[in-house]
Nanobody, 116 residues
Framework: QVQLPESGGGSVQAGGSLRLSCATS????????MGWGRQAPGQQRELVAS???????NYLDSVRGRFTISTDRSKNTVYLQMDSLKPEDTAVYYC??????????WGQGTQVTVSS
């Protein structure tokens, strides 16, 4: 069973938008920090956005103002709205659920490709 399945990736031209979705559980939304990470070819995975159970958000400097992380508790879903996309945003994007000393889970990833 795949945990944290992601969807919404694809190809878009620079300046365009995509919205990624991550199906999770009410339990995770209540006790974990949910996040989105990305990994470009030859690069280390980096966390681009996170949201705590009480709604505090944090962003990588390079995406702040362009990306928005949010949750919908009625659908048990975490979203990453990505606007003003740049070619350097091209990567595989992964959903993450983190509870220190308990679990650090990653989804299988969804490809985002931004062409110039």
């Amino acid at each position: 069973q795949v945990q944290l399945p992601e969807s919404g990736g694809g190809s878009v031209q620079a300046g365009g938008s995509l919205r990624l979705s991550c199906a999770t559980s009410r339990t995770f939304l209540n006790i974990a920090t949910m996040g989105w990470g990305r990994q470009a070819p030859g690069q280390q995975r980096e966390l681009v956005a996170s949201i705590t159970a009480d709604g505090h958000t944090n962003y990588l400097d390079s995406v702040r103002g362009r990306f928005t992380i949010s949750t919908d508790r009625s659908k048990n879903t975490v979203y990453l709205q990505m606007d003003s996309l740049k070619p350097e945003d091209t990567a595989v994007y992964y959903c993450n659920a983190l509870r220190p000393s308990s679990f650090d889970l990653w989804g299988q990833g969804t490809q985002v490709t931004v062409s110039s």
